[in-house]
């Protein structure tokens, strides 16, 4: 459905989007995360046709978007973060003279109604739209960008400023609408992410870091962390595991019963220090009561990978271990 190769987007002398590459399937649900300024608005507007990027290609079911922009579009369907409405019409006015300006060939009435019943806006048709809620302004939106039925839709932070119920519901929606077309749902509530999509991408400063599913996500991004339980003096424990080659870090994690506490450690990468963990403690004669790698949240993921190089985790995630394809990670830096 959508393919992007070496997307740059340069400003004066700051690069938004630095060399991005991925590509997204018909009935995929993608998750587009990244911290504030990390490009995601960006890439979706040059993805939308909304802006064009200074180097790359975006491709849309085979067609350059630069080279055919009409039909590209007619193939996708935008939300941004501050829906396009018109506050003095109604609804019903609003998609109609959107119907109208874009162009679109399908049956009028029935189109309309057909979005407005999966949208939830029906009793909401013949209303004013600046006197609607929030939650309903962003359904509007979203009806709008899903006139003409086009194969991919777009959707910039959708659920900002809605109610629990109201996210909820748009939730349900968005995993519905991923059924029939593809999905990019961009969101800074993590646990959205992870519930709707079945695939992330993370970028940072302009460059995407990493491309996988939300499990593996959490799961690489804690590959080389341990939680070692041991009976013994925690400040000697402490020093003892901070000398051990191959540890990178070594912090006091708690105390989980009288006299046995808890350590988080970070080993090097490619490096497994359990063996060697068991001989040091075994000959300081500090029973090992447990040990196992620690699990880690998708947001626990999300803050180290968005952290900077001294997370070590940008080389795991360009090592290929994630769900990219070496072709698609051609530009992620």
Same mark, same amino acid.
């Given at each position: 459905?959508?393919?992007?190769?070496?997307?740059?987007?340069?400003?004066?002398?700051?690069?938004?989007?630095?060399?991005?590459?991925?590509?997204?399937?018909?009935?995929?649900?993608?998750?587009?995360?990244?911290?504030?300024?990390?490009?995601?608005?960006?890439?979706?507007?040059?993805?939308?046709?909304?802006?064009?990027?200074?180097?790359?290609?975006?491709?849309?079911?085979?067609?350059?978007?630069?080279?055919? %922009?009409?039909?590209?579009?007619?193939?996708?369907?935008?939300? %941004?973060?501050?829906? %396009?409405? #018109?506050?003095?019409?109604?609804?019903?006015? #609003?998609?109609?003279?959107?119907?109208?300006?874009?162009?679109?060939?399908?049956?009028?009435?029935?189109?309309?109604?057909?979005?407005?019943?999966?949208?939830?806006?029906?009793?909401?048709?013949?209303?004013?739209?600046?006197?609607?809620?929030?939650?309903?302004?962003?359904?509007?939106?979203?009806?709008?960008?899903?006139?003409?039925?086009?194969?991919?839709?777009?959707?910039?932070?959708?659920? /900002?400023?809605?109610?629990?119920?109201?996210?909820?519901?748009?939730?349900?929606?968005?995993?519905?609408?991923?059924?029939?077309?593809?999905?990019?749902?961009?969101?800074?509530?993590?646990?959205?992410?992870?519930?709707?999509?079945?695939?992330?991408?993370?970028?940072?400063?302009?460059?995407?870091?990493?491309?996988?599913?939300?499990?593996?996500?959490?799961?690489?991004?804690?590959?080389?962390?341990?939680?070692?339980?041991?009976?013994?003096?925690?400040?000697? /424990?402490?020093?003892?595991?901070?000398?051990?080659?191959?540890?990178?870090?070594?912090?006091?994690?708690?105390?989980?019963?009288?006299?046995?506490?808890?350590?988080?450690?970070?080993?090097?990468?490619?490096?497994?220090?359990?063996?060697?963990?068991?001989?040091?403690?075994?000959?300081?004669?500090? %029973?090992?009561?447990?040990?196992?790698?620690?699990?880690?949240?998708?947001?626990?993921?999300?803050?180290?990978?968005?952290?900077?190089?001294?997370?070590?985790?940008?080389?795991?995630?360009?090592?290929?271990?994630?769900?990219?394809?070496?072709?698609?990670?051609?530009?992620?830096?």
């Amino acid at each position: 459905m959508l393919e992007l190769r070496g997307v740059t987007k340069v400003y004066g002398s700051r690069k938004a989007v630095d060399n991005i590459s991925f590509s997204l399937g018909d009935h995929e649900v993608l998750g587009f995360l990244g911290p504030n300024g990390a490009g995601k608005s960006t890439t979706m507007q040059i993805i939308a046709g909304y802006t064009s990027s200074t180097a790359g290609t975006v491709k849309v079911n085979g067609r350059e978007i630069l080279e055919d %922009p009409i039909g590209c579009k007619r193939q996708i369907g935008y939300l %941004p973060e501050r829906p %396009p409405l #018109y506050p003095d019409m109604t609804v019903g006015a #609003y998609l109609s003279f959107m119907f109208d300006l874009k162009k679109v060939r399908l049956p009028k009435k029935d189109h309309i109604a057909e979005i407005c019943a999966s949208v939830g806006i029906v009793d909401a048709r013949e209303r004013i739209i600046k006197n609607l809620s929030k939650g309903y302004q962003q359904r509007v939106g979203l009806a709008q960008a899903m006139l003409g039925d086009p194969g991919l839709l777009i959707l910039d932070e959708p659920t /900002v400023g809605l109610d629990p119920k109201q996210i909820l519901e748009v939730r349900n929606l968005i995993r519905e609408l991923g059924k029939r077309r593809a999905v990019i749902f961009s969101s800074h509530i993590l646990q959205e992410i992870q519930t709707v999509c079945g695939r992330i991408i993370i970028i940072n400063n302009g460059a995407l870091i990493a491309d996988d599913t939300p499990e593996r996500l959490s799961a690489l991004a804690g590959e080389h962390t341990l939680l070692l339980g041991v009976e013994g003096p925690p400040e000697e /424990v402490l020093e003892a595991l901070r000398a051990l080659p191959g540890l990178k870090s070594a912090e006091q994690a708690g105390s989980p019963e009288s006299g046995v506490f808890e350590f988080l450690l970070e080993s090097e990468a490619g490096r497994d220090v359990r063996r060697d963990l068991f001989r040091l403690l075994a000959g300081k004669g500090w %029973p090992v009561l447990s040990l196992r790698k620690s699990g880690m949240s998708l947001e626990d993921a999300f803050l180290r990978l968005t952290a900077g190089d001294s997370s070590g985790l940008f080389a795991l995630f360009k090592s290929g271990k994630t769900g990219a394809s070496e072709s698609e990670g051609d530009g992620a830096q």
